[in-house]
């Protein structure tokens, strides 16, 4: 009863026009910045930061925030018409989005994303409304050996995210590991792997590399194919997801976003790790696993869902305990502080106007988002009638000027064109890029946690298994890991007995 | 008549528009002084950092005084040196600068090798921040009330005390190594990636101290931490009864300095312009607002000063490198 009439004093705040106007521009802003392939809520939220100085203090953060999970609706479009993921989490989005786009299903797949988008967005905030004290606490719960165990639990996703070969599968995942140890080394500060090359020696960005992969290995690999089987040819039918598609989704809505929820809150786990997680478990519950990766509804929904999901959650430590779970949210943090108002246990007591107001507002923002991403779907549908030869030409422009503007840097340009060979190499020989992409963004968290782990316990593994959490999750990890490889080995198996069978015949 | 006079008012005229249109370039030659176009500032981290934030509105107030415009890049990597190399090898005409904090043109060259030379390729021009209170801090309901408790308790379980910081040696690091040194500590460093995820480290339990960096205050004030030892030269005005590590008999705070610098060789004429805007960027209301609630005490530094303060600590943290064990010898030649 509390929280309503709380909740009810925060619109009351979030409905002044000026707010509502913050929270337009922040969305608006979002969409675009989450479409625009490079340039992520990071950059564009911090080159906001200064303009902000001048507006109230909610009205400020209300923007800022609506950047921030606005860039979650907009990650996905790039990645369901084009191959290219505008964002990190939106990484995952591309493996059925484009697929389904591919058959002509490009509407359903972006209404898909928009309506999961609101739907996660939204509980998400209830369930930051309602649970966000307790679930702090357990946030804290997670060090470093909480935090190895549940990245190898996510890499035995690993599996899942392959549509083909096993083997190439996990061949992926080792080679994303090794790329991402390029760099200096967490603990000791000691250059890995860079050749004496200073731009390395921060390591090989996301972004690159998902562009080059996906959306220059695309490009790539389509202009071998002659003009008579293109897109332009299949007909685009229904702009908005069937009652079919909703019946087909509805449990990947569900579980991405409690995926989502959880993954958001604990810091450094975020919105990517939720994506590709919640993609993984529908393919393991999906009774029809082989239809992922070829155009399947679920595969759009469920990690569109999780990612909003864990942007909604992501404010659950920043609120209550003061401290930013990722880097959006760390800029978020110093606009508090810029506002004279420390985020942490006493915001809700010290300055419930803007506590109530800045959550009223993502209510708000995310009925925005979606209201003003509907009636973009027509339009960005009609993107694929833009003839290849245009097309192309535009997706290897906006790919090499989103790698630019990332750090102002060409090298990041030379690191996309290098991994847009390999990405065509990649479907050549008919290798995938999830998996490479998964192991990529966890494999520094698992380098340091690893390794923190280790210096805390004082070089004992056995604290892995004696801690609760850290146990069950990688008993969880192993279950997985058994019941994935067991069928692959048993039909192996049978492979071996029927020939062998037929020598003896 | 009428014609001469009206050959003459068109001389007249002719000769007016001539000597018009020549005084008006001679006064466009002697505006074509430094700025004609605005300036770019490299910032040596991502958006959102100390240096970011400080640059940004740095800018908005030196705008005013230097006529031009000020354009804000970031250029995040290598804790600063990529955007110090970058700017080290741009052309010293002034419109090329960059904002970073001493560290990355003294520590990290020490401990890695870099492509310039940190004493000769940079004309340092503004210093305007510290950010030494860097503080230690254990959990509120840690057994340890005071410093010395805690020094107590360590020297007496070797190896069984855990802190986190921000990083191998950043400040926070080595004052931990200091401590240790002095009073032969053994204990256990876990660095994690930046100062919130150290701090978030010992809220969560996972290790008894954090030396942490600016932006656990609000922790303080929360009653979730408790402050042993402040790093700053002096003491905190926010706390005033912790003591600093020098009042504690340690040699050692914490000497970073956000700072502006060009290119090596940048005329004195730009030089000078350049040094005035920014010093009247520092001088706002709204820089000094920003950078109070960052946690940044104010430092005035010119040209000079800086320079020399850039010398002194490059000597004194080489030695202090050797001595803690850190690095062997320093990576990079300073000059």
Known sequence: METLQSLWYGFSIALQPENLFFCFVGSVLGTLVGVLPGIGPVGAIAILLPITFKLSTTGAIIMLAGLYYGAMYGGSTTSILVNIPGEAAAVVTCMDGYQMALKGRAG????????????????????????????????????????????????????????????????????????????????????????????????????????????????????????STQIVKTKIRNLFPSKLDWFQSRWALVRGTLIGFFLGILPGGGPVLASFLSYGVE???????????????????????????????????????????????????????????????????????????????????????LVLNLPLIPMWVQVLKVPDRFLYPLILLFCLIGAYSMNNSVFDVYIMIIFGIIGYLFRKFQYEGAPLVLAFVLGPLLDLNLRQALLVSEGSFLDFFTRPISAVTLGLALLLLLTSVFPFVMKRVQKYREATEDEQV | ??????????????????????????????????????????????????????????????????????????????????????????????????????????DTPLMQKVTFKPLKSFTPIIAHSAAEHTALIVKVDAPWKTFKEFIEYAKKNPGKVKYSTSGVGTGM??????????????????????????????????????????GYQPQVKAGTVRMLADHGRK??????????????????????????????GLPPDVLKRLEAALTKGVETPEFRSAQEKLFLDPVSMGSKEYERHLKEKWTRTEKEFKELGIIKEAATQPE
């Open chain 2, 235 to 264: 003491r905190q005005p926010a706390f005033p009864d912790v003591p600093t590590l020098m009042e504690l008999g340690y040699d050692f705070y914490n000497d970073t300095v956000h700072a502006i610098l060009g290119p090596a």
């Open chain 1, 283 to 369: 393919k393991r519950f999906s009774k029809e696993p082989e239809k992922f990766g070829t155009g399947a509804i679920e595969g759009v929904a469920a990690p569109e869902s999780a990612n909003n999901a864990a942007a909604s959650s992501s404010f659950i430590p920043l609120l209550t305990l003061g401290i930013p779970p990722n880097v959006s949210l760390s800029i978020l943090f110093g606009a508090f502080l810029i506002h004279g108002i420390t985020p942490g246990p006493f915001l809700l007591k010290d300055h419930p106007d803007v506590f109530w107001g800045v959550l009223s507002s993502m209510y708000v923002g995310n009925v925005m988002l």
């Open chain 1, 108 to 227: 359903p797949a972006l209404g898909m994303a928009a309506f999961g988008s609101f739907i996660a967005g939204t509980l998400g905030i209830v369930g930051l409304m309602l649970f966000a004290r307790p679930l702090s606490q357990f946030a804290l719960k997670f060090g470093p050996h909480e935090y190895f165990s549940l990245i190898i639990l996510g890499l035995t996703f690993v599996t899942y995210l392959s549509h083909g070969s096993m083997v190439k599968a996990v061949m992926m995942c080792f080679f994303g590991l090794m790329l991402s140890n390029v760099g200096l080394d967490p603990i000791t500060s000691s250059p890995r792997i860079t050749f004496g090359i200073l731009e390395l020696f921060d390591g090989i960005g996301i972004a690159p590399v998902a562009m080059g992969l996906f959306g220059v290995g695309e490009v790539l690999v389509n202009l071998e194919k002659t003009i």
């Open chain 2, 1 to 106: 008549m009428k014609r001469s006079v009206r050959i003459r008012m068109s001389i007249g005229m002719t000769a007016a528009c001539s000597i018009f249109t020549l005084i008006t370039m001679l006064a466009g030659f002697a505006q074509a002084e430094f700025p004609e176009r605005p300036v770019t500032i490299v910032v040596g981290f991502d958006p959102g950092a100390a240096s970011d934030i400080t640059a940004r509105t740095l800018a908005a107030g030196a705008e005013r005084q230097l006529g031009k415009s000020f354009v804000i890049e970031n250029k995040g990597g290598g804790a600063g040196t990529v955007a110090a190399a970058l700017v080290a090898n741009a052309k010293p005409d002034g419109y090329t600068l960059v904002a970073i904090p001493n560290v990355a043109i003294v």
């Open chain 2, 173 to 214: 690091h080595v004052a931990m190594e200091v401590i240790a040194k002095k009073e032969g500590i053994k204990w256990v460093h876990v660095p994690y990636k930046g100062a919130a995820p150290a701090t978030t480290a010992l809220l969560g339990g996972h290790v008894d101290a954090c030396s942490a960096g600016i």
